[in-house]
């Protein structure tokens, strides 16, 4: 592999950071990758994107119910 396509690839690799979790989460975790079949990763990245969403959405719904103040 020559030095650019190494240079190349690194900048399409994702970054990763360490991050702490409960045991009893990363039990879960590791039953859920298992059962979809995806990796542990992908599993905390699509959770906490939907969460977002979700919680995104939620927000906005609660904006639009409170009265705007004149």
């Keep these: 592999m020559s030095p650019m396509s190494y240079i190349g690839d690194m900048e399409n690799t994702p970054e990763y950071q360490t991050i702490r979790v409960w045991t009893r989460t990363l039990k879960k975790l590791r ?6 079949g995806e990796r542990m ?9 939907d969460e977002l969403k979700r919680v995104e959405h939620e927000h906005e719904h609660d904006s639009a119910d409170r ?4």
């Design 67 to 70: 009265p705007q103040d004149l």
């Design 31 to 36: 039953l859920v990758a298992a059962l979809t």
């Design 41 to 49: 990763v992908a599993v905390m990245d699509r959770l906490v994107s």
